[in-house]
């Protein structure tokens, strides 16, 4: 696969991720006109191989003669607000494995000295060039890692080694980081699935300040499920007002495969309005228990972009897979913060709400039932009939553009991925066969999303 470049349909001699791109700069306004004569599918004008590539570095490492790419972005997306061709997008924590070591399971770093980081990349004649790349670090200056926070309750954090099962330290400063909000200012807030924490980062990527459940975060959060954190996160036009989104419902009160949290849909969005430290938290309905929120993005001040998936691969047809963005509207919508900032969090009859609508048919009935309105939401856009071909299984970065129009990224895992037994293997798609890679989509829509 070509790096820095993209793949591309030809439409009237025009390539259409240009032509995207040019609509959606020039008359952001406007709803898209149709395209050769044809009406807009699915509520998008675009196209399967519409697809714009991000550049590679030199690999990271090469592991039993596997390549380990960088790569690593598409984690979070983000815009530049002064300039509409600057994006920045994120990596996680670097690349890792699970294996055995010693009759303990470990989370295997290839690369421990890896620092997580935004890359900044121009998009130019329909090309992505990576332009800049910032490092997040401490408030002096040295580097973060992405090993994980010590954590006492069990099954709530990974113990981190080399490849070699030399043991590696937990770090309360590591981060896992996977949201991402540009500011006003020139500045970056980022959530990690560690804590998890919602850390402020300088222009240049020095920690400003973090907040952690219990100093600035509901103490509830911290039963979030393992690796499965504040996955999304955004920032009102007001430039201080977050919005976090927990990518799975909390193992709570317990931790683990018998959690009830594993049997909930119930999934929280957390508003955080800087200025104050006042927390709010809603309810938002995964479609499914086996699905996850990757990104969130703010549309008003109530009405945001949830983007929903598995982890499955897309098959023929965008068979087997479920790749979503859905609008969800708290307007109306309770708040359940919990006036004691339990550990818990807000109890019904002395029960979580994650144990209240564990199998639950209907958690809307459920929590309306228990005095709750969930977050409503609406579909707006199915990837995978709007993007017939759509190859990877973890979208995960999501932007909006102006009002018709969305940008989606992916998370290429820096290529690799796990034999089930501790070992890399080239992550491939099975769509296209070659190793994974970071791609963006930028859909126009027919209908204005606010």
Not at 204 to 222: C, H, N, Q, Y
């Amino acid at each position: 696969m070509p790096t820095g470049t993209f793949k591309t349909v030809v439409l009237n001699s025009i390539p259409l991720s240009l032509l995207l791109l040019a609509a959606c700069l020039e008359d952001p306004a406007a709803p898209p006109a149709q395209l050769g004569g044809e009406p807009a599918l699915n509520k998008v004008i675009t196209a399967s191989n519409a697809e714009l590539i991000m550049p590679l570095g030199d690999p990271l490492a090469t592991i039993g003669g596997v390549i380990v790419a960088h790569g690593g972005y598409g984690s979070a997306l983000a815009v530049d607000s002064k300039d509409p061709t600057l994006f920045y997008s994120m990596t996680d924590r670097g690349p890792n494995v699970g294996r055995a070591c010693n009759g303990q399971n470990v989370l295997a770093f290839p690369v421990p000295g890896f620092t997580p980081q935004i890359g900044k990349f121009r998009l130019s004649g329909g090309a992505f060039e990576l332009v800049g790349t910032i490092l997040l670090k401490q408030a002096n200056g040295t580097p973060l890692n992405g090993f994980p926070h010590p954590n006492a309750a069990a099954n709530r954090t990974e113990v981190p080694a080399q490849m070699d099962c030399t043991p590696l330290p937990q770090d309360p400063l590591g981060i896992d980081s996977e949201g991402l909000a540009f500011a006003k200012d020139g500045t970056f807030w980022v959530s990690d699935e560690y804590g998890p924490d919602v850390v402020h980062f300088s222009a240049d990527g020095k920690t400003i300040e973090r907040l952690v459940p219990g100093a600035g975060l509901p103490k509830a959060l911290a039963r979030r499920r393992s690796n499965r954190g504040m996955e999304g996160l955004t920032i009102l036009a007001d430039g201080k007002t977050l919005v976090g989104m927990m990518q799975s419902p909390l193992d709570n009160p317990t931790a683990g495969g018998s959690s009830a949290g594993r049997g909930s849909r119930l999934a929280r969005i957390v508003v955080i309005d800087t200025r104050t430290g006042v927390v709010r938290q809603y309810t938002y309905v995964l479609d499914a228990t086996s699905n996850i929120n990757s990104e969130i993005a703010a549309l008003t001040p109530t009405k945001f972009l949830v983007l929903e998936r598995d982890g499955n691969f897309p098959g023929p047809g965008g068979s087997g897979a479920i790749k979503k963005v859905y609008s969800v509207d708290i307007e109306g919508a309770t708040d359940i913060s919990d006036p004691n900032d339990g550990v818990g969090g807000l109890l019904i009859n002395g029960l979580t709400l994650e144990e209240v609508t564990k199998s639950a048919a209907d958690p809307y009935a459920t929590l309306l039932a228990n005095g709750i309105t969930a977050g409503t939401k609406t579909l707006i856009v199915d990837l995978l009939q709007a993007l017939p071909g759509y190859a990877h299984d973890k979208a995960e970065g999501l932007a909006v553009l102006d009002n018709f129009t969305i940008a989606v990224s992916n998370d290429d895992d820096f290529g690799v991925g796990d034999d089930g037994v501790g070992n890399f293997i080239t992550k491939t798609l099975p769509l296209l066969g070659v190793a994974d890679y970071n791609g963006v989509y930028i859909i126009r829509l027919s209908a204005p999303l606010k």
